[in-house]
């Protein structure tokens, strides 16, 4: 089940944050981050334990994905997907019309969910995550049929 992050659940966001992600974000930034009005931050539970979150940031018709992770025990079980999709769906629902976001160039199944969902590379990030540990810079837009 997707809903909104809360304060209370950026504990347990935080453990799959160090589990996965291994991001230098502590636990005051994700309670900035939801104080935020431009941050739209959902979280994915079974069985009310948190499994997997997604956090972006829009300003006008733009979004940016700080982070999806998804707890490596529910991982391959669409969920990332879902999560994606459902702050997709809502996002352009307000405005939105592209979503960018940087991915670890070495992470190539993480490279292949995106381009999966839409995404395409815009360029490369150079030692953006240390040496030798390039960023691939990724944007996806509204599809008008």
Same mark, same amino acid.
């Given at each position: 089940?997707?809903?909104?992050?809360?304060?209370?659940?950026?504990?347990?966001?935080?453990?799959?944050?160090?589990?996965?992600?291994?991001?230098?974000?502590?636990?005051?930034? #994700?309670?900035? @981050?939801?104080? +935020? =009005?431009?941050?739209? !931050?959902?979280?994915?539970?079974?069985?009310? %334990?948190?499994? /997997? $979150?997604?956090?972006?940031? #829009?300003?006008? @018709?733009?979004? +940016? =994905?700080?982070?999806? !992770?998804?707890?490596?025990?529910?991982?391959? %079980?669409?969920? /990332? $997907?879902?999560?994606?999709? #459902?702050?997709?769906?809502?996002?352009?629902?307000?405005?939105?019309?592209?979503?960018?976001?940087?991915?670890?160039?070495?992470?190539?199944?993480?490279?292949?969910? #995106?381009?999966?969902?839409?995404?395409?590379?815009?360029?490369?990030?150079?030692?953006?995550?240390?040496?030798?540990?390039?960023?691939?810079?990724?944007?996806?837009?509204?599809?008008?049929?």
């Amino acid at each position: 089940m997707i809903d909104l992050m809360r304060i209370d659940d950026v504990a347990e966001v935080f453990k799959i944050n160090k589990q996965v992600l291994e991001s230098n974000w502590g636990l005051l930034l #994700y309670r900035h @981050e939801l104080l +935020d =009005l431009n941050t739209r !931050a959902y979280v994915y539970k079974e069985n009310d %334990k948190v499994v /997997g $979150y997604i956090i972006a940031k #829009y300003i006008g @018709e733009t979004s +940016d =994905l700080l982070q999806i !992770a998804v707890h490596k025990d529910y991982q391959k %079980k669409r969920i /990332g $997907y879902e999560l994606l999709k #459902y702050t997709w769906d809502n996002l352009v629902g307000e405005g939105v019309e592209e979503m960018i976001l940087e991915v670890n160039a070495k992470h190539t199944s993480v490279v292949s969910f #995106y381009e999966s969902f839409g995404f395409e590379t815009l360029y490369r990030r150079k030692n953006y995550y240390g040496p030798r540990k390039d960023a691939l810079v990724m944007k996806m837009k509204v599809v008008v049929s």
